[in-house]
């Protein structure tokens, strides 16, 4: 999907409750006004009549004109208007209009919220003074979910959306997916971020789940200490927390109350104080939501994203998904804080397994590759050979393995039949190295693949690839395709 931007940009009222609106669009750029439809009183309750109003004040006259026109310009497939709503929040003269639901916005004319239309996804921009981090997914894509669940007032949807993201994540081989499993502390969260850079596979998601409040007009997540008791984490000490972390390009919290802007200082709220510690996008909670509307948007969104799909498309997708499972409005609270200038999508190469990870050519004369480090601190060596096949290779490693897993090698051939090497696991030594001699059958040119594989039980030598109960698989690296598998149980 490719998107381009209608920009409605806020600015301080000369006369309340009139607020001048600067717009850019692709069909050109102008001022107008936006005039308050709720100063005199309180929003409706119908969530239709709030983005009606909301969408009548902000886009008429010759707002309306270029709207219409910028829809008529991307028309095309696969294109879109995205719907930035820019508004400072700094600024205490816009702070009503930064807590309206615009995520609601009602198109009156075509009768239908922009929001459940992928083409017309709508996104805030906050005003910050640092330009937003580097927002494209690199391989592998690792996620790190936390769920904090202290046990004074547990949240029964924090299992139920773990083990969606859980299933989420294994339908793809080359999404890892970490949990941080309770107690949830701040230590620990730091130090499984810090582990994931000493990998080289550090994570570029962060999915939290729990409970959050607002204390003393500040935003804070509830974490958990060694007890497993509540620890409030304000927002000023989560952006420390987390701010190091560079590779992080969104942040999930799937919380109340986590849009919520603080005051005085409105970055002290949770997503506010992220995104002006620079991170890319945020996902946040405007209000209070329901469990079951909360997990049906979790698990439709990394559906469509670990799918392909835009980051805006996803969001759209949870809306759509929570809407049909809740019987209440709560598909609208969740609110994107999109700061980066590039679509933030995840790459189709990294949604399947390569056709070839590890290419072995058996030429006439040399059969040689080397697998470099990975992330789970394993190598491959595949040393040169003579010039005839059947070829007879002995692949050589050194690992830092898992005494309760089984590791095998697996070999695909040409033909993209795979099979183990042998029905019995590689032994490792003192040091961790292992050694096992793979036989190559077929003509002198053709290409083979090698693979690592590892499993919480014992596998068969049938020619065929493992299902995704034997393995998952991890990746890394720039200058080489290459690929380790490891069981999903695997922390």
């Known amino acids: 999907m490719e998107y381009k931007n209608f920009i409605l940009d806020f600015g301080p009222p000369g006369q309340v409750p009139a607020y001048p609106v600067s717009v850019r669009s692709p069909a050109g750029a102008d001022n107008d006004f936006f005039v308050d439809p709720f100063f005199s009183g309180d929003l409706p ?41 820019r508004i400072n929040p700094t600024d205490s003269d816009l702070a009503v209009l930064a807590g309206y639901p615009w995520e609601v916005l009602f198109d009156t004319v075509r009768r239908q919220f922009l929001t459940l239309d992928p083409r017309t996804p709508i996104v805030r921009t906050l005003g ?89 007009g500040q935003g804070c997540l509830i974490f958990q200490n060694s007890k497993g008791s509540e620890r409030e984490v304000t927002a000023d000490d989560l952006k420390d927390l987390i701010g190091e972390f560079e590779d992080i390009r969104l942040i999930f919290l799937n919380s109340c109350n986590t849009a919520t802007f603080g005051t005085p200082n409105p970055f002290t709220g949770v997503a506010g104080a992220l995104v002006l510690r620079g991170f890319p996008a945020v996902i946040a909670m405007r209000s209070a939501i329901e469990d079951e509307a909360a997990a049906a948007f979790s698990d439709a969104f990394y559906d469509s994203l670990l799918g392909g799909k835009p980051l805006e498309v996803a969001v759209q997708a949870g809306r759509l998904k929570a809407k049909m499972a809740a019987p209440t409005d709560d598909w609208g609270l969740p609110i994107l804080f999109l700061q980066a200038q590039e679509e933030l999508t995840v790459p189709r190469d990294l949604l399947k397994v390569s056709k070839w990870a590890v290419v072995l050519a058996v030429p006439a004369l040399a059969l040689s590759l080397w697998l470099l480090r990975t992330s789970s601190e394993f190598s491959i060596d595949i040393p040169a050979e003579g010039s005839r096949v059947p070829a007879l290779i002995e692949v050589k490693g050194h690992g830092q393995h898992d005494s309760g897993k089984h590791y095998y090698l697996m070999v695909k051939d040409p033909d993209e039949k795979c099979w183990l090497q042998g029905s019995a696991p590689l032994s490792f030594d003192s040091e961790g190295g292992w050694s096992d001699q793979v036989q190559l059958q077929g003509d002198p040119g053709d290409s083979y693949t090698i693979f690592l594989v590892s499993s919480s039980r014992l596998l068969s030598s049938e020619p065929r690839w493992p299902d995704e109960s034997d393995c998952h698989l991890l990746a890394e690296g720039t200058r080489a395709v290459r690929h380790v598998y490891r069981d999903s149980s695997t922390p």
């Open 45 to 85: 309750a119908d969530t239709e009549m709030v983005g009606g109003a909301l969408f009548d004040a902000a886009f008429h006259g010759r707002v309306r004109d270029l709207y219409f026109k910028s829809l008529g310009m991307v028309e095309a497939p696969r294109m879109g208007l995205r719907i930035q709503i």
């Open 128 to 216: 910050v003074p640092r330009p937003p981090r580097a927002a494209r997914f690199t391989e592998p894509l690792s996620i790190l979910g936390i769920a904090s669940n202290p046990g004074a007032d547990p949240l029964p949807g924090v299992e139920q959306e773990r083990g969606k993201l859980q299933k989420a994540c294994a339908k793809r081989p080359n999404v890892c997916l970490d949990l941080l499993e309770p107690p949830c502390t701040p230590e620990d969260l730091h130090k499984r971020l810090q582990e994931g850079e000493r990998k080289r596979n550090p994570f570029q998601v962060l999915h939290f789940m729990g409970h959050s409040r607002i204390v003393n």
